[in-house]
């Protein structure tokens, strides 16, 4: 166990800041499964705007890495342009 009160700070720190990116990302791993899973192109691309600004936000944060977000919003808008096709 820890003997600093820096370190026993440190502890609580890390662990709600790694429960809080646990929610966020699991939060946006659902979100882009269920836009994922729609078929109507304009539903779809009114839950992209919304999810769009998730990712970004979650790479700012660094809960994601900013390539993932990348790669998750290109083959999404992917996934929106073969709806209309």
Known sequence: MANHKSS???IRQTE???L???YYAKTARNAV???????DKAEAQAAFVGIT???DKLA?????SKNKASNLKS???LHINKLGA
């Open 33 to 39: 499964r269920r836009l994922r899973a729609m078929t």
């Open 75 to 77: 083959k999404l808008a």
């Open 8 to 10: 026993l700070k440190r």
């Open 60 to 64: 700012a944060k660094n809960t994601i």
């Open 16 to 18: 709600s800041r790694r």
């Open 20 to 22: 809080r990116n646990r």
């Open 53 to 55: 600004k998730m990712l």
